[in-house]
């Protein structure tokens, strides 16, 4: 009898667990918005852009551990090592179903959100030099 027990117990579990996803991060958040999840910390892991490094390849940063936080008070900090480097106000905006996010306000630079992932995110501007791209990890 807890032969059988056991054996039921342990089917649950596993019949329980086998809807999980294997990869957490790689869950898309259809149902979620930007303004739901960007608050915390961001690591930026690459960066795309033309002007600056000559294609528009993905250059991943490695040494520089630049990184951007989301304070729930509408303010920002982008770092670079440690040190803060640039502390301003944002916004999510939303225009046409597309997701951007507004670093500084009133004025500043709209990063126009092309993937919404719950630990990895990425942004992409337009510039009078071509298209800036960067991914984002959450910390």
Same mark, same amino acid.
Request: aromatic share 10%; proline share 3%.
């Given at each position: 009898?807890?032969?059988?027990? /056991?054996?039921?117990? #342990?089917? &649950?579990?596993?019949?329980?667990? %086998? $809807?999980?996803?294997?990869?957490?991060?790689? @869950?898309?958040?259809? +149902?979620?918005?930007?303004?739901?999840? *960007? /608050?915390? &910390?961001?690591?930026?892991?690459?960066?795309?852009?033309?002007?600056? /490094?000559? +294609?528009?390849?993905?250059?991943?940063? !490695?040494? &520089? %551990?630049? &990184?951007?936080?989301? $304070? *729930?008070?509408? =303010? /920002?900090?982008?770092?670079?090592?440690?040190? #803060?480097?640039?502390?301003?106000?944002?916004? #999510? !905006? @939303?225009?046409?179903? !597309?997701?951007?996010?507004?670093?500084?306000?009133?004025?500043?630079?709209?990063?126009? #959100?092309? =993937?919404?992932?719950?630990?990895?995110?990425?942004?992409?501007?337009?510039?009078?030099?071509?298209?800036?791209?960067?991914?984002?990890?959450?910390?």
């Amino acid at each position: 009898m807890k032969k059988i027990f /056991y054996l039921f117990t #342990v089917l &649950a579990l596993f019949n329980g667990c %086998s $809807f999980l996803p294997e990869q957490p991060d790689d @869950i898309l958040l259809d +149902t979620d918005s930007l303004d739901e999840i *960007v /608050y915390g &910390a961001w690591e930026i892991q690459a960066i795309s852009d033309a002007h600056t /490094y000559g +294609t528009t390849e993905w250059k991943s940063i !490695v040494n &520089a %551990s630049p &990184a951007l936080e989301f $304070f *729930v008070n509408g =303010q /920002y900090e982008l770092t670079l090592d440690g040190q #803060v480097i640039e502390q301003r106000a944002f916004a #999510v !905006v @939303i225009d046409n179903g !597309v997701e951007s996010l507004q670093m500084g306000i009133p004025e500043g630079y709209r990063w126009e #959100v092309t =993937q919404l992932q719950e630990n990895n995110l990425e942004i992409q501007r337009e510039t009078e030099n071509g298209l800036i791209k960067q991914r984002l990890r959450r910390k």
